[in-house]
């Protein structure tokens, strides 16, 4: 786990105030460690994609949750493709046929 020191030394160009803001408006869910918050690599991604967002790219705050709330439905979605993809393969050859054929008609 890493904490908010080496967030702000490993992204360079935010403040501790911003971070604690994004976390307070949710944007970045850190785990807790007794009164520290700790972050794992998946905070750290999303705290640099807030940084490109907002102080490079200039997204403005209130398009920022629309478009984390789009990256966490496609995150989920991959999940679940992935699911499904497993599920698919652990079937026999001609039910996997059947799946792909009917995928191939579809609209």
Do not use: F, K
């Amino acid at each position: 786990m890493i904490d908010e020191q080496t967030v702000l030394s490993r992204i360079t160009g935010i403040s501790v105030v911003q971070l604690r803001v994004w976390v307070s408006q949710e944007w970045v869910r850190p785990a807790r460690s007794g009164a520290t918050m700790v972050y794992n690599e998946a905070d750290i991604a999303r705290i640099q994609l807030l940084h490109l967002l907002g102080n490079q790219l200039g997204v403005g705050n209130e398009a920022i949750p629309i478009i984390l709330s789009l990256i966490d439905q496609v995150h989920d979605l991959r999940g679940q493709m992935q699911i499904i993809s497993r599920v698919v393969e652990s079937q026999p050859d001609d039910v996997r046929a059947e799946i792909l054929q009917r995928l191939r008609e579809r609209p």
